[in-house]
């Protein structure tokens, strides 16, 4: 049939509510459906990445986050149906609802986090609520503007700006959101957004409303709940990583790559990434003296040394107490982290100034494009590559730990050369450990595991690694607070219940080790 020809005002038999709007409000209700994609999506990578920090493992958390939210919004488009009159009330309370709920829905889940153990069931609830309402708000518009349009320039447009919302917030979210607001204000932010919508939305379709005041009133109400959450957020914020943590939190911020907090408590101070503990000032030193000086003792010259990670300085700490080296690579992603071991007064005293040495210079760049992409005229082959990441609790972190990276590490050793990979703990998790053994191994190198106990962590692991064949070490530097050559040898005996065990190998294609590591310390947790 002709579109000119199809029938544009025919009344219905089933919604007899009036659904003439009038001028421009057409357009601009067609506008809202992009401001209600990008928050409908926003909410969602919430959701995600609040399930990626707390429960880890990222590729899990939002496969199925995607997955519960993509099959409420159909269960909400599929409940659509049954709201027969007074679609347009619904269709504002329905924005009101999404508004209050996702809106709150960070606050909401790290509150649930911190105070029960039911977060799965209160995160995949929220996660169903929001997208059910979400799914039910475009079916509702349809219906509303379907006067005013043929049915394919309506559906076409709707569409339109229902996907142009969702790029936006794709973009925005990991650019501009969390690095600006973080987790909790951007949930907020996009929460009055959509209330700012409903109620812009009864001035456009008050013809359709019947009585206004009450709809307005509650728009009010809603705008008024997440505006004053907003202006305390912060607060919010500060508290429960006050309730989370065991010292008080004296420094947060968030960056493009992760959520940075420094507690203090009594003489020390910590440092936790993504609510992960990184390093106690009151023991990190056995962990430092045992990720350096092992490397160096087996070492027969030492000039050039890298760091892969290790922005606080720490390690760079005690590779500058050997006289002999002349250039320290470090390569941190994060300049947050490498600014806060520059210029934080507790990591200058902490890291002996080390980053006001001459002979240290700083990349902030991805470990693995720096290694892959810098010219070797640039940087020429290292004598100690000192790898220095978080445990790989993510895939993000998981591909600095696989074959590929290796190979890609062995290219920067000199002939010679050594590098030395902290492990994750060989008696927490124990599979774990020797999958980064089996991984370097089956990149073509020799390898040298050993452990230390660091109060903070437990019993650690490291491996060593090299071209040519490597001895267990017996004599170090003198002087060190933990590390002598009386007790050196025993770091590279392992008892029974953290020996050697089989393990696939991590590669970029299956990143077993992710899954090893979140299953071990998942027990312990």
């Not at 149906?81 to 679609?87: A, D, N």
């Not at 200058?348 to 100034?353: A, R, S």
Request: net charge negative.
């Amino acid at each position: 049939m002709d579109d000119q020809r199809e029938p544009h005002n025919v009344p219905s038999a089933v919604d007899p509510t009036p659904t003439d709007v009038k001028g421009v409000h057409a357009p601009l209700l067609l506008l809202s459906v992009l401001v209600i994609a990008t928050c409908g999506l926003v909410y969602e990578l919430v959701a995600g990445t609040l399930a990626s920090y707390l429960l880890g493992d990222s590729v899990t958390q939002f496969s199925t986050i995607i997955g519960v939210y993509l099959s409420s919004m159909g269960l909400g488009s599929y409940l659509s149906k049954f709201i027969q009159r007074g679609v347009a009330q619904r269709f504002v309370d329905v924005e009101l609802a999404v508004a209050l709920i996702g809106g709150l829905s960070a606050p909401i889940l790290f509150l649930t986090f911190g105070y029960t153990s039911e977060f799965r069931l209160i995160l995949y609830g929220t996660v169903v609520v929001t997208g059910t309402l979400v799914g039910l708000e475009i079916p509702l518009l349809l219906r509303i503007l379907r006067n005013e349009y043929a049915f394919k320039d309506l559906v076409a447009q709707v569409l339109t700006f229902d996907y142009i919302g969702a790029l936006f917030a794709s973009i925005l979210f990991p650019l501009w959101m969390m690095p600006k607001l973080g987790i909790v204000r951007t949930s907020i932010a996009f929460g009055i957004l959509n209330a700012a919508v409903a109620y812009a939305t009864t001035h456009l379709l008050r013809g359709q409303l019947g009585v206004i005041w009450p709809l307005r009133a509650r728009a009010l109400l809603v705008l008024g709940i997440l505006g004053t959450s907003f202006i305390y957020s912060d607060q919010f914020t500060r508290w429960m990583e006050d309730e989370f943590y065991t010292g008080a939190v004296v420094y947060a911020e968030n960056t493009p790559y992760q959520r940075i907090v420094v507690t203090r408590d009594h003489n020390h101070f910590q440092l936790y990434l993504n609510g992960n503990l990184q390093f106690n000032s009151a023991d990190e030193y056995r962990y430092h003296e045992a990720l350096v000086h092992p490397a160096f003792a087996v070492s027969p010259q030492i000039k050039r040394v890298l760091v892969c990670g290790g922005g606080d300085g720490l390690a760079t700490r005690e590779i500058l107490k050997y006289q002999g080296v002349e250039r320290v690579v470090v390569v941190d992603l994060d300049p947050a982290m490498t600014r806060l071991g520059a210029e934080m007064p507790l990591f200058l005293e902490l890291n002996d100034h080390a980053y006001a040495d001459p002979r240290v210079h700083i990349y902030n760049e991805d470990a693995m494009i720096w290694l892959a992409e810098t010219p070797l005229e640039q940087e020429p082959p290292f004598d100690v590559v000192i790898v220095d990441f978080p445990d790989p609790n993510n895939f993000a972190l998981g591909k600095l730990y696989t074959t590929h990276f290796y190979h890609l590490l062995s290219r920067r050793l000199a002939p010679h050369g050594v590098f030395v990979v902290q492990s994750t703990s060989p008696l927490f998790a124990r599979q774990s450990y020797w999958c980064v053994v089996h991984t370097i191994e089956a990149a073509g190198l020799n390898t040298l595991p050993y452990h230390i106990p660091v109060p903070s962590f437990g019993d650690w692991g490291y491996v060593m690694a090299s071209k040519k064949q490597l001895t267990i070490p017996t004599k170090t530097l003198a002087g060190l607070r933990y590390l002598n050559d009386s007790m050196l040898a025993d770091c590279f005996d392992f008892p029974n219940d953290m020996d050697r065990i089989d393990a696939e190998v991590n590669r970029l294609n299956n990143q077993i080790l992710v899954q090893y590591y979140e299953s071990e310390w998942r027990r312990w947790n």
